[in-house]
């Protein structure tokens, strides 16, 4: 079945897709609903999830009154998102109802993860910019919950970093957005765009908002949150943190930037050059982690990299754009669903360790791994290739580079999945595994894995209002796609072999959110060293000549101090405003 | 119908509907309780009922014009404008909610029958203020504003409030002398003070620009003291040691509003934007406010105490009318007039909420509300909700303001504005959202039991924050706060 645009049952749907969950949500607020509301909170994006089957495109209503009047709607690039986002949402609703079954806080995440998928879901349909960011906002602040739900030390300070880093993104954000909606005078998502050639300075409006929508996407090195805060929310969260909400960042981009509209080659190489650090930066950093979530968190780092890399390509090149946005779309569905059976793995896997043998499950765990290191005849490979015939357009050094640069990304992605498995195996016996057999978590991730490695028979479907996806059945592709998995997986076993350390966990550590570490270390250290370089003035000898040799010597030292002190207690607010108004500056004058 | 709200002595009714209420109570024996309530409720809604006419009669189009002879050559003159009409009507519902408000927070504490009459008379003044047509109008009403509020201030009578209502009036009467000052001269060289949409001094005084510039400087010097525009500012974090509900009243719509609406009137109707743009003094006038808007908000960054960091953040918040006023163009007029009201509504929300707090639990610094979500959950929604209302999320009022005031500040050509509003932003988050943390996510010390405060209370903080979320929510229905707006930008610079 599908709708027809501008059906009434269409409407209806778009309606309700929206609708329903912030229902849900609203009733939560009031006590008495809440316990009414168990079995319904797994429904949460149903309606989301048969819009996304059964709208074919094209779907578009405005309402008037609300807001600053919205608009909502499925279009072709909104679609594969929807689907990927009704999809998880789905999955991991249920998988939560009964991974919390025991949580004495299960009702406040309940609550978080309601709102939360309001935003998610909203922010898909919604069709002009501040729609977006409306909905956008909504699930960033709404995530504080599900990343600090545990209230340890460890999900604080992840929460702390989160949210500091979500403000950034906001700001950002809300500057590029200020000065696109006053340019433009219009802010739908359909005339956005082509507003762009006129900006005096587009790439700087550009700029923001890409960087902006970029800490969501966790775009290096706006990703420092990432690698803390999806590990320590509870397993169905990482999996929309993730899997989902990740993907709000790409969406964001293909919405706001003058995708095939306009060149951007300064902006669009920069991003291209971070897309391709993140592919490797990442996939380093996270074979050096021993905490199974935290290795996925850095391999969504190092996969954002891949979609990094097309959205800059877009900027680079406009006429490669529809070749672009395709692969773009494409990958970010395959990648949301093996993520998200990755994340709900941990969920299950290690508990089987009490119950016999782990092998089997692990063997079918490994099936989304194999789809994110592009094995053949996967969901991954279809992506890859749309990604690289795609990097093709692109002027000369580039479509020679594409196949070697993406075959050493996806040797990357499989040692990074191979210490997945390692630490997923290591894990067995500590904390989650405590878990009884439940089907309810069980039914989910086996779902997921299906759907995930069919996705390769369903994809070119979803995808053809977008357009048509390559074959990646032919044998060359078959053998592109296979001989950096066999280098990968032999790369491995060979560690193992050498060393059997990475079996154990202990391949030597990195701490999880680098960047941020080093810069927690400076402001420490900026701290501590405030005191004692005032202690130093009061050491000196108390003569009148020492008295003014300190007061002459002493105080810049002191100043100095003091200077450090207030750089590190207050945010860099102040570079941060002079940056960004010189940006501005620069942008429209 | 049409008779009755074409009726031009509608300005004259609204001012009286609380001047009269105001003279009976301060007659009444303290222990009348029952005839005072009914008075201050039947004036409050009276005066809605009044206001809601007038509405009426300026959505479709109608301009009152109320004159009363003082001595020949001096009038005072009311006018029902949509500018009259935003304040009007933003002080007609506060007063009635905030009312229910005071009587629930004063319930059983002395003097109240003073209290509740300069309540009255500071609310008659601020409609005053409002629906002044001349400067002249407006100076007197302005004046009376400053002695109505300084008896609300010093109420409890202890030596802090005592020392807070000296240095108010130090700082408000210089700041009216000036003022007076600027009319005086104004008047000497133009010979009339009516307002006039795009402002008349251009016309009446031509070629004196030197003079107006000073003249303009005198003004808004004036007006800042009450607007708390820095460096004028110092008297407005003493001033919150007076009762919650004046407290409320004094940053939402009394006199920090007046002082902002009145340097409004001096851009809007009195100079021009474009007048004052061309002297050189409304760019000045929006880097003044562009500072104010972030040294109040990095002042509010260290203030443990609940109520002083609220009053910095009105430092702050209240400089973002005066910058969308003072900045050329539509879209940022907009934007500086539809936050008169929705800074408001968010901002006597918040002080509602700490009333509540310190009320309730005695609770009044920062540090002290881990937890208290769980206690008071429903007064702390309301808080939630205005706190994203001031960091500027969508879809609440605050962001519909920043929106407006930004976009206006790009079409100007200052994009620094933008800078400003994000900055602006930033530091809300970063003085809101720990306190949104320690209320939600930090474990409770002592008590957990759920205890929200009396319903006299907390019923006017739930009607405040809906109206504060309903004007972002429903920012784009036919009646809202920008609409209202919108149709006075519509009348200067067509729709």
């Known amino acids: 079945m599908s709708l027809a645009p501008g059906s009434a049952a269409g409407m209806l749907l778009v309606i309700a897709a929206v609708a329903w969950p912030a229902s849900l949500a609203l009733a939560w607020l009031v006590p008495v609903a809440r316990r009414w509301l168990g079995p319904l909170v797994q429904t949460m994006a149903l309606p989301a999830l048969v819009l996304a089957f059964t709208a074919d495109a094209g779907m578009e209503l405005r309402v008037v009154g609300l807001y600053t009047s919205l608009t909502l709607g499925v279009d072709p690039v909104g679609r594969p998102f929807l689907l990927l986002k009704s999809l998880l949402w789905t999955v991991a609703a249920v998988h939560a109802a009964t991974y919390m079954r025991e949580d004495p806080r299960r009702s406040t995440f309940t609550g978080f993860l309601l709102a939360t998928g309001t935003g998610n879901i909203g922010l898909v349909l919604a069709h002009d910019a501040l729609g977006f960011y409306l909905f956008f906002a909504l699930m960033t602040f709404a995530a504080y919950g599900l990343v600090v739900h545990t209230r340890t030390a460890e999900a604080l300070r992840a929460g702390r970093v989160y949210i500091g880093m979500a403000i950034l993104g906001e700001a950002l954000l809300l500057a590029g957005l200020l000065a696109a909606a006053g340019l433009a005078g219009d802010v739908s998502f359909r005339t956005l765009p082509a507003a762009f050639a006129d900006f005096p300075r587009p790439d700087v409006v550009a700029g923001l908002l890409l960087f902006g929508l970029g800490v969501k996407a966790g775009l290096v090195p706006l990703h420092v949150w990432l690698p803390l805060a999806h590990p320590v929310a509870p397993t169905p969260a990482s999996a929309l943190l993730s899997g989902a909400m990740i993907k709000a960042g790409v969406l964001g981009w293909l919405r706001f930037l003058p995708m095939g509209e306009l060149a951007l080659p300064g902006l669009g190489a920069a991003v291209m050059g971070l897309g391709v650090l993140a592919m490797f930066y990442a996939a380093v950093l996270g074979v050096l982690q021993s905490d199974a979530k935290t290795v996925l968190a850095y391999s969504s780092v190092s996969q954002m990299g891949f979609l990094a890399t097309g959205v800059g390509a877009a900027l680079v090149v406009p006429d490669a754009a529809p070749l672009l946005v395709l692969a773009v779309a494409v990958y970010a569905l395959h990648h949301a669903l093996a993520k998200g059976a990755l994340f709900l793995a941990i969920g299950v896997v290690p508990a089987r360790a009490l119950r016999g043998r782990i092998s089997p499950w692990l063997a079918v765990a490994a099936i989304p791994a194999l789809a994110l290191a592009g094995a053949p005849l996967t969901s991954g490979a279809i992506a890859k290739l749309a990604l690289k015939n795609a990097l093709g357009e692109l002027p000369a050094p580039w479509p020679a580079r594409v196949d070697v640069l993406l075959g050493a990304a996806a040797v990357a992605t499989t040692l990074l999945m191979a210490r997945y498995l390692a630490t997923l195996r290591a894990r067995a016996g500590t904390d989650d595994a405590t878990e009884p057999y439940r089907p309810g978590l069980i039914g989910p991730w086996a779902g997921l894995v299906l759907v995930s490695a069919a996705a390769a028979a369903w994809l070119p479907a979803a995808l053809a209002p977008l357009g048509e996806l390559p074959l990646a059945t032919q044998p060359r592709y078959i053998a592109a796609a296979a001989w950096p998995l066999v280098l990968g997986v032999a790369l491995a076993t060979g560690t193992i072999l050498l060393g059997r350390r990475v079996a154990t966990g202990r391949l030597g550590e990195a701490p999880a959110g680098d960047l941020i570490v080093v810069a927690e270390a400076a402001v420490a250290a900026a701290r501590r060293a405030g005191p004692p370089l005032r202690a130093l003035r009061e050491q000196v000898p108390q003569t009148r000549i020492a008295r003014w040799l300190a007061r002459v010597a002493a105080d810049p030292v002191d100043r100095t101090a003091r200077a450090l002190e207030a750089a590190t207690t207050g945010p860099a607010l102040g570079a941060v405003l002079c940056v960004l108004a010189g940006l501005l500056f620069m942008a429209l004058r | ?495």
Not at chain 2, 144 to 163: F, K, N
Not at chain 2, 168 to 185: C, D, E, H, S
Not at chain 2, 418 to 426: C, D, P
């Open chain 2, 1 to 495: 119908m049409r008779a009755l709200y074409t009726l031009d002595a509608l300005p004259l009714l609204v001012l009286l509907s609380s001047f009269v209420p105001g003279l009976i109570i301060a007659l009444l024996k303290e222990e009348r309780v029952a005839l005072r309530i009914a008075l201050n409720l039947a004036g409050a809604v009276a005066k809605i009922a009044f206001v809601g006419l007038m509405l009426a009669g300026v959505l479709q189009q109608h301009i009152y014009v109320w004159r009363f002879s003082v001595m020949p050559g001096l009038e005072i003159t009311l006018i029902g404008d949509p500018l009259a009409l935003l304040f009007v009507t933003l002080s007609a519902i506060l007063w009635l909610i905030t009312t229910i408000y005071a009587i629930g927070y004063l319930e059983g504490s002395p003097n109240r029958s003073r209290f509740f009459s300069f309540f009255s008379l500071c609310v008659t003044a601020t409609a005053g203020i409002a629906l002044a047509g001349d400067l002249f109008t407006f100076i007197v009403f302005y004046e009376a504003l400053t002695w109505a509020t300084y008896p609300l201030i010093v109420h409890r009578g202890t030596e802090a409030s005592l020392r807070a209502g000296r240095i108010y009036i130090a700082y408000t009467v210089t700041g009216g002398t000036v003022l007076l000052m600027g009319i005086v001269w104004l008047y000497s060289l133009t010979g009339t003070l009516g307002f006039v949409d795009g402002g008349f001094v251009q016309g009446a005084a031509p070629g004196q620009d030197a003079q107006l510039a000073i003249i303009f400087v005198l003004l808004v010097a004036g007006l800042g003291v009450k607007a708390a525009l820095v460096p004028l500012h110092g008297w407005l974090p003493i001033a919150m040691v007076a009762p919650a509900p004046v407290s409320a009243l004094l940053h939402a719509v009394a006199v920090v509003k007046a002082g902002a609406f009145g340097i409004v009137r001096v851009l809007y109707s009195v100079y021009g934007v474009e007048y004052a743009t061309l002297i050189g003094v409304a760019p000045l006038l929006a880097l003044a406010a562009g500072f104010t808007i972030l040294y109040g908000s990095i002042r509010a960054l260290s203030q443990d105490d609940l109520k002083k960091r609220l009053a910095y953040s009105t430092v702050s918040q209240v400089s973002y009318i005066t910058l969308g006023v003072a900045t050329l163009g539509p879209i940022a007029t907009l934007g500086g007039l539809v936050h008169l009201v929705h800074q408001g509504l968010m901002k006597i929300t918040l002080f509602f909420c700490a009333g509540n707090l310190a009320e309730t639990h005695e609770l009044k610094r920062v540090s002290e509300l881990d937890g208290v979500g769980r206690r008071m959950p429903l007064t702390m929604a309301a808080f939630t909700l205005s706190a994203f209302g001031m960091i500027g999320l969508p879809p609440t009022a605050g962001f519909i303001s920043k929106l407006y005031l930004g976009m206006g500040g790009v079409q100007a050509g200052q994009p620094w504005i933008v800078a400003v509003l994000v900055g602006s932003s930033i530091l809300n988050a970063a003085y809101f959202l720990p306190i949104i943390h320690r209320a939600w996510f930090a474990p409770a010390r002592g008590e957990v039991r759920r205890h929200e405060a009396h319903w006299l209370l907390l019923w006017p903080t739930l009607a405040a924050a809906g109206l504060a979320l309903a004007a972002g929510l429903f920012a784009a229905a036919p009646v809202s706060p920008l609409e209202v707006a919108r149709l006075m930008v519509a009348r200067r610079y067509g729709p």
